[in-house]
């Protein structure tokens, strides 16, 4: 009997119906909170690294000023030095810059030494890159005018809108061979060009930096510190399109500079440009872009007087006007908190050096130099120029950073959509649940289920597991009506390795780019 | 075990008996949305807490604790809410039995007539079929309490449960036999 009466009531137990919203309600919560996690997750980390380096710097100004032994010591560490050379306060820091000026020398003359007698004497104008003694067999750069070669700063006080128009052939990688006799050819090399408006984007290409472009847009010119290629030697794109929708267009500049552009371009990179590889160890290009400028500001008056001393370069002086006649309207909110403090030190110190160190040649003993002894060079202060010395593998093509520039009036603003923001944008407006037991993933646009759920290929997905979506490395800018970025997604996942596994999506986005209030913002992602 | 392993367990545990959380949260609230409200309140918060859960294999007990706790929950606010509304609305009188709250009486013709808590233990232990130690866990209450419950909200659903009392004496030992003599000297 009591069977009969629960067994009945257990029926009607079982029959409660499931409603279908419920499977999508529980992944969505669940979803939200793994989310949740993760972005408390990533606060905290930023927080303690951030704690961690303002100690790291307190340990450091309390060390070197309580310490002459301390401070001798951190003098003599790259990169460390510039930082502890910027809060030394004591009087003994006259003898620490000349200890370091020391140490820069010694360094110097041990490369010199292994060297054949007929290398070229570095040039002394106080600007050289530090790429000079990596690469030993480049010919001496006979003098292109009566200027005297000087590094990026020289030349963009050299080259005027009418020089600049002479330039016609676009650069290729095969210019190199041709002109391998004659490099002031490749000294300015034609980047990008769009005849029916008049203009043309310009770099300066000297010794394997590739850093320093001019925009000549008819007669008139601007100069910037970027850096306009990485190892896939794609050259920048320029175009046009109405970005902030007043019915003007803005100039869209696109540099292909996809991996941290923290190498300069050797002889063996040249002629076997597939093994080359930009590697990222320093600061990413939010630093670059965000302190270029002010550095700029910084590092020119304290130069010149330097240079005025040591070359009777009239024009040289005029270069802190035209250089920092741009004024950019974008400011990089994701630089951390750890380069903001590098760079300032690093700021500093480069007037510092220029001013102080005046006719100082660059030391380049060995990679692990570079970082420090580019704070010597005021022309690429914030970027990083440093020397990989293992070939890696090729770096992926990316979409690199997006300059906007807008050409209204005498004064162009800029403003600058990098790598970071734009992925964070997009991965903050997107996000992917994983369904484990389907093996398939579901995009969610801004909370809501995007596109259909992907089931992935089965192959070799035993122990590995999932991590995140990302952006795919295929990503393109688009100016046709507007800004569209067009990009793919990837699963991550984690093989036991703690290494990554990539498995890309099919569903092809795109996503608007807009210009507002200045800032380049990604928005309206839609499937094409 | 990991904490992140802990959490992919809970989040697998949850997706894959996602039906039967809904079910136990119908069962008690007895509407959709609000059985849906219910279920993602309890993953939520079991989510927000996975810490304190000791080891995987108290998981499953206690996101069900969670769960039924939510349903009450529910189920007290709801309660105050037509409370409120009652009192300037008669239409509503009636429209809503909450067994915990009924008159005490002998004999009830359905499960939903018992107290809240009697409700909990016949629904796991005979729509869902858990054990009594897994009952107790649920509930957070000790072995006897549920025996005796058991025992208690079968006696309460009437007369011809009566033959059964032998067969759950047999089946759940002499604490429930203690249970009895205790009923029977309360009476």
């Not at chain 1, 990026?152 to 650069?171: F, G, Q, S």
């Not at chain 1, 760079?343 to 100082?360: F, T």
């Not at chain 1, 970071?420 to 369904?435: F, T, V």
């Not at chain 2, 409120?84 to 429209?95: Q, R, T």
Request: aromatic letters at 6%.
């Amino acid at each position: 009997m009591k069977h009969d009466y629960f067994q009945e009531e257990k029926l009607k137990y079982e029959e409660i119906e499931i409603p279908d919203e419920l499977l999508l309600m529980v992944r969505q919560t669940v979803a939200a909170d793994r989310r949740k996690k993760t972005a408390a997750w990533r606060n905290r980390m930023i927080k303690m690294a951030g704690s961690v380096a303002a100690i790291l710097l307190l340990c450091l100004t309390i060390g070197v000023n309580s310490s002459y032994a301390f401070a001798e010591t951190a003098v003599k560490i790259p990169v460390v030095k510039t930082v502890a050379k910027a809060v030394i306060v004591r009087s003994y820091k006259a003898d620490i810059i000349a200890l370091d000026e020391q140490n820069s020398k010694e360094k110097e003359e041990k490369p010199l030494m292994g060297q054949e007698a007929d290398e070229p004497e570095p040039s002394v104008s106080g600007n050289d890159t530090v790429s000079e003694n990596e690469v030993p067999e480049q010919p001496v750069q006979p003098e292109t005018t009566e200027e005297v070669p000087g590094g990026v700063e020289a030349w963009k006080a050299e080259m005027t809108a009418e020089k600049l128009r002479e330039i016609k052939e676009i650069y290729t990688p095969d210019m190199e061979e041709r002109y391998a006799d004659e490099p002031e050819k490749l000294r300015t090399i034609l980047l990008a060009e769009l005849p029916e408006k008049d203009i043309s984007l310009y770099g300066y290409h000297e010794n394997g930096v590739l850093t320093g472009t001019a925009l000549r847009v008819k007669d008139s010119c601007r100069y910037f510190d970027w850096n306009y290629m990485n190892g896939t030697k794609k050259l920048p794109d320029i175009s046009f399109a109405d970005a902030d929708g007043d019915g003007e267009e803005e100039l869209v500049v696109l540099l292909y500079n996809g991996e941290p552009q923290t190498k300069t371009i050797t002889r063996e990179d040249i002629e076997a440009p597939d093994k080359t590889a930009a590697e990222g160890s320093e600061a990413s290009e939010d630093g670059n872009g965000n302190i270029s400028n002010e550095a700029e500001a910084e590092t020119v008056p304290a130069r010149n007087t330097a240079v005025a001393e040591n070359i009777p370069e009239k024009k040289n002086t005029e270069t802190a006007a035209e250089n920092t006649s741009m004024s950019k309207t974008a400011e990089n909110t994701t630089a951390g908190k750890e380069s903001d403090i590098a760079d300032d030190g690093r700021m500093k110190i480069s007037a510092q050096d220029a001013a102080e160190d005046g006719l100082e040649e660059t030391a380049s003993g060995d990679g692990s130099d570079e970082t420090a002894a580019k704070s010597d060079m005021p022309s690429v202060s914030g970027n990083d120029v440093s020397v990989s010395e293992k070939p890696q593998e090729a770096p992926k093509q990316q979409a690199g950073e997006l300059w906007l520039i807008s050409l209204k009036g005498e004064n162009w603003t800029a403003s600058v959509l990098s790598i970071n923001d734009y992925e964070s944008q997009i991965i903050h407006q997107l996000k992917a649940e994983y369904d484990e037991t389907a093996g398939a993933i579901q995009l969610y646009l801004m909370e809501e289920p995007f596109g259909k759920s992907e089931k992935l290929s089965e192959e070799e997905k035993d122990g590995l597991t999932y991590e995140a979506v990302n952006l795919a490395p295929e990503r393109e800018f688009i100016t046709e009506k507007g800004l569209f970025l067009h990009f793919r997604m990837e699963v991550v996942f984690v093989n036991a390795n703690g290494e990554e596994v990539f498995f890309p999506l099919s569903i092809k986005l795109k996503a608007e780019i807009c210009l507002e209030d200045g800032s380049l913002v990604v928005e309206n992602i839609k499937e094409r | 075990m990991s904490k992140k392993a802990l959490y992919d367990s809970l989040v697998k545990h949850i997706v894959e008996n996602q039906n039967q959380f809904y079910r136990a949260a119908f069962y008690y609230v007895k509407n959709r949305e609000a059985a849906l409200d219910v279920v993602q309140n309890a993953i939520c918060k079991a989510l927000e807490n996975y810490e304190k859960l000791q080891s995987e294999e108290a998981m499953a007990s206690w996101f069900y604790r969670i769960v039924i706790n939510e349903s009450l929950m529910y189920l007290r606010k709801e309660k105050k809410y037509i409370a409120w509304d009652e009192s300037d609305n008669d239409l509503l009188e009636g429209s809503y039995e909450e067994p915990a709250y009924e008159p005490k009486i002998e004999v009830v013709s359905k499960i939903s007539e018992l107290p809240t808590d009697m409700q909990i233990v016949i629904q796991l232990h005979f729509f869902e079929e858990k054990t009594l130690k897994e009952i107790a866990e649920i509930t957070d209450t000790n072995l006897n309490t549920v025996k005796s419950r058991l025992y208690a909200a079968c006696k309460k659903l009437g007369k011809e449960l009566e033959k059964e009392d032998e067969e759950l004496l047999t089946r759940y030992g002499k604490s429930l036999k203690k249970a009895e003599r205790e009923s029977r000297n309360e009476a």
